[in-house]
């Protein structure tokens, strides 16, 4: 397991951005996005992330774990290394340390140490929430992947997250306006017909609402 887990800490390197060659091993990634978070192993070879405030994240069960949705929430994913980020109150005043904050989850979570190379990340600032998007890098590793759902980083006053969560549906835009758009059209389907069309419903209007976001001038080119 130490080995497993050392891998995925000492191996991930390479290029994530589209416009730089900046990715660095989780270590890395820890000290640049997650300053006073530290490694600790057991006598078991088990990893954990320790964070300032003594909160953990045990690295050996985050590794693969497949976001889940709440009953609380409407439309977003959690999952176990999202809420250990969120509880760090993380810088993200930029676009660069929003996206560095996802590509830690990725290092932190996925098997494939290569996970992060692979992919190309983009961010956009709509209010007090950041939108970090995911593509695949097809370009220099094809094949047939799983497309992930934007990311979306609630951020307070001094620029601190206070909540990292994945969107269910692919949105591009404000957070306000995706949480209105899923929670109206699931109440209105769920009503209407116990949401038997709700997924493309929602398909339509996020669609829609989208476009006019963008026609509204909203939109901060991506980053």
Not at 42 to 69: C, H, I, N
Not at 91 to 104: D, F, M, P
Request: hydrophobic share 35%; with cysteine; glycine share 8%.
């Amino acid at each position: 397991m130490f080995g497993f887990i050392g891998a995925v800490l000492l191996a991930l390197s390479g290029s994530a951005m589209a416009a730089t060659n900046d990715i660095s091993s989780l270590g890395e990634l820890v000290k640049l996005y997650a300053p006073g978070c530290y490694f600790q192993s057991d006598t078991t070879g088990r990893q954990t992330l320790v964070g300032p405030d003594g909160s953990t994240l045990d690295l050996t069960k985050a590794v693969g774990e497949t976001p889940m949705p709440t009953n609380s929430v409407i439309g977003y994913w959690f999952s176990s290394g999202m809420d250990f980020l969120s509880a760090q109150k993380l810088e993200a005043a930029t676009a660069k340390q929003a996206i560095g904050i996802v590509q830690l989850l990725h290092a932190m979570t996925h098997r494939d140490p290569s996970f992060v190379r692979q992919k190309l990340y983009s961010a956009r600032k709509f209010g007090d929430a950041w939108v970090v998007d995911v593509d695949h890098d097809f370009t220099n590793y094809p094949g047939n992947v799983m497309q992930i759902q934007p990311y979306e980083l609630m951020v307070n006053k001094s620029n601190r997250v206070e909540r990292l969560r994945e969107r269910c549906y692919h949105y591009l835009g404000s957070a306000e306006v995706y949480t209105n758009t899923v929670s109206t059209v699931y109440e209105r389907e769920i009503k209407r017909d116990n949401g038997r069309n709700y997924p493309e419903k929602l398909f339509d209007e996020l669609r829609e609402a989208w476009k006019k976001e963008k026609a509204a001038d909203n939109v901060v080119p991506k980053k």
